[in-house]
T-cell receptor, first 112, second 115 residues
Framework: AQSVTQLGSHVSVSEGALVLLRCNYSSSVPPYLFWYVQYPNQGLQLLLKYTTGATLVKGINGFEAEFKKSETSFHLTKPSAHMSDAAEYFCAVATGFQKLVFGTGTRLLVSP | DTGVSQNPRHKITKRGQNVTFRCDPISEHNRLYWYRQTLGQGPEFLTYFQNEAQLEKSRLLSDRFSAERPKGSFSTLEIQRTEQGDSAMYLC?????????????FGPGTRLTVL
C-alpha cells in the first residue's frame, strides 16, 4: 500500500528564514506526489505536484519540492518564509482509482 | 468558477441521530470525492464517484454511511445512527475527470460534532 510520512507535526521558523517541511513516501509503483496547504476554516489548496518529468517542481507562493527516488523523499521548501505562510501542510500520494493518501500534516508557525 | 461548496458548514447532533451533508462540485467536474479528517490527522479517503457511478468505497465507510450522486452533479453523504467517533470534518472534492489523474479541488468542509 502507498503511504506518506511527514516528520514533525510542528515546524517553527522566523520570517525570512528557510522553510523545510519533510515528506517521505512508500510506493511500489512510480508515485504521483502532492503538497497541499490548509488555512483555518478553509479547504485544502494544491501547492504543487509531481507526476513525471522534472524532479524539481515549482508551485504557488514561492514553494518548491524535489522528488528524490533514491531517498523516497519529496520535501517542501521555500527560501524565505512570510507570515502568510503559517498554515497546515499535507503531503499526499495518489493511488489507483484516483484517491489521495495524506500524511498527518505539519503545522508551520512563522514568527516575526 | 465558484469552487466546491458544502452545506452545512457545521452540524451538531446527538448520538443516534441521522445527518446528511451536501456537496456541490465545480460545474462540469465529472469526479467527486469524499474524505474525512479527524483532529490532528490528514484527510482519509471515503468514496469516489465518476459521474453518478460510485467506483470505490473505503472500508472506513461502514454500513451506517451512504453516499449518492443521483444525477452526476451534487452529492450527499448520510450518516445513520451517529456515534461520537463520527465527529470529524467531512471534505468534498471534485476534479474534471480527464486523464489518469487530475487535480482535486476541495471544498471548505462540514464539521460534524456528535454529542
Amino acid at each position: 500500500a502507498q503511504s506518506v510520512t511527514q516528520l514533525g507535526s510542528h515546524v517553527s521558523v522566523s520570517e525570512g528564514a528557510l522553510v523545510l517541511l519533510r515528506c517521505n513516501y512508500s510506493s511500489s509503483v512510480p508515485p504521483y506526489l502532492f503538497w497541499y496547504v490548509q488555512y483555518p476554516n478553509q479547504g485544502l489548496q494544491l501547492l504543487l505536484k509531481y507526476t513525471t518529468g522534472a524532479t524539481l517542481v515549482k508551485g504557488i507562493n514561492g514553494f518548491e519540492a524535489e522528488f528524490k527516488k533514491s531517498e523516497t523523499s519529496f520535501h517542501l521548501t521555500k527560501p524565505s518564509a512570510h507570515m502568510s505562510d503559517a498554515a497546515e501542510y499535507f503531503c499526499a500520494v495518489a493511488t489507483g482509482f484516483q484517491k489521495l493518501v495524506f500524511g498527518t500534516g505539519t503545522r508551520l508557525l512563522v514568527s516575526p | 468558477d465558484t469552487g466546491v461548496s458544502q452545506n452545512p458548514r457545521h452540524k451538531i447532533t446527538k448520538r443516534g441521530q441521522n445527518v446528511t451533508f451536501r456537496c456541490d462540485p465545480i460545474s462540469e467536474h465529472n469526479r467527486l470525492y469524499w474524505y474525512r479528517q479527524t483532529l490532528g490527522q490528514g484527510p482519509e479517503f471515503l468514496t469516489y464517484f465518476q459521474n453518478e457511478a460510485q467506483l470505490e468505497k473505503s472500508r472506513l465507510l461502514s454500513d451506517r454511511f451512504s453516499a449518492e450522486r443521483p444525477k452526476g452533479s451534487f452529492s450527499t453523504l448520510e450518516i445513520q445512527r451517529t456515534e461520537q467517533g463520527d465527529s470529524a470534518m467531512y471534505l468534498c472534492a471534485s476534479s474534471p475527470g480527464q486523464g489518469a489523474w487530475d487535480e482535486q479541488f476541495f471544498g471548505p468542509g462540514t464539521r460534524l460534532t456528535v454529542l
